[in-house]
């Protein structure tokens, strides 16, 4: 569900050094359609991917888990004399969550009894061999377009010159600096909205070297075929059910990376946002008035 651009394009030779206020190009077409594309990517992939866990609710480590092993999350329902709710259970800890996880209502008022509801997976009634079917065909979007995006950063020096991470902006002062000003709200304004900060730098580095690729090379070890012509994937992660708790979280990571994103958007000025990332044009945040 990462909606992950590169930054700014270099301003042109006319606007070489734009203010607070001017309308400048950001983002390229290339850019801009591989957002969307990412964007509606990974929202399919995570629906069909609950569908998915809905057929057995249950999270182990280790290469085994059925119904009879312990696992380390779990989602279901129970009954209480005549009273029935459902819970999350983690590492033993259950939280009852009636009505979103395990136990819930359809639109016709049927219950049911399954991890998570309806509006929340494709397809919204159980299918497990449906929602394979739309899990592995974007799984096939998203690798082709990650790999095709970092080859094409590299090419154009976007990772070197615009998510590396230089040695001052590694400094403990200088992150902190940068935390208080986003506690704050004190968003760059001018054409320091352009760049990256340390943050962000560090969030996409992230996502980009570490969840995405994460999330292709567990779903890889959840493949059976894969142990006939890469076993070394399943045993690097030390078991299928390993892997699929990584898949897991990191899927739930990338919803919470979105979360933020979304929240940023939000407080930049959405309709700005939104813009450079449509029409590529992006008008820079004035200066405040001394």
Known sequence: ????????EPPPAQEA????????????LSTRLWHWTNAVTLLIMLM???????AHARLYWGEYGANFDTPWLKIGSARIGTY???????AGHRTETTGLLGY????????????????????????????RTWHLAFAWVLSLGLTAYLIWSLV???????????????????VWHEVKDHARLRLPTGAAA???????????AIVLFGLLPLMILTGLALSPSTDAWAPLVTEVFGGRQTARSIHFLCAFALVGFFIVHIAMVLLAGPFNELRSMVTGWYRLPKEPER
């Not at 203010?19 to 400048?24: A, Y």
């Not at 049927?110 to 009634?125: D, G, M, N, Q």
């Not at 352009?194 to 996409?204: F, H, M, P, S």
Request: hydrophobic share 35%; no cysteine; glycine share 6%.
């Open 84 to 90: 029935e709710y459902g819970y999350l259970q983690v």
């Open 104 to 131: 819930w209502q359809d639109p016709d008022g049927t219950p049911h009894r399954r991890a998570f509801p309806y509006w929340a997976t494709i397809p919204s009634a159980y299918s497990l061999a449906d929602a």
């Open 1 to 8: 569900m990462s909606d992950i651009a590169p930054p700014a």
């Open 48 to 54: 069909s991917g609950l569908m998915i866990f809905n």
């Open 17 to 28: 050094h734009p203010q607070g206020g001017d309308l400048v190009k950001r983002h390229r």
């Open 156 to 174: 154009n020096r976007h990772i070197q010159r615009d998510i590396h991470i230089t040695r001052r902006e590694w400094r403990l002062r200088h």
């Open 194 to 204: 352009l760049r990256y900060n340390t943050l962000q730098k560090i969030a996409y």
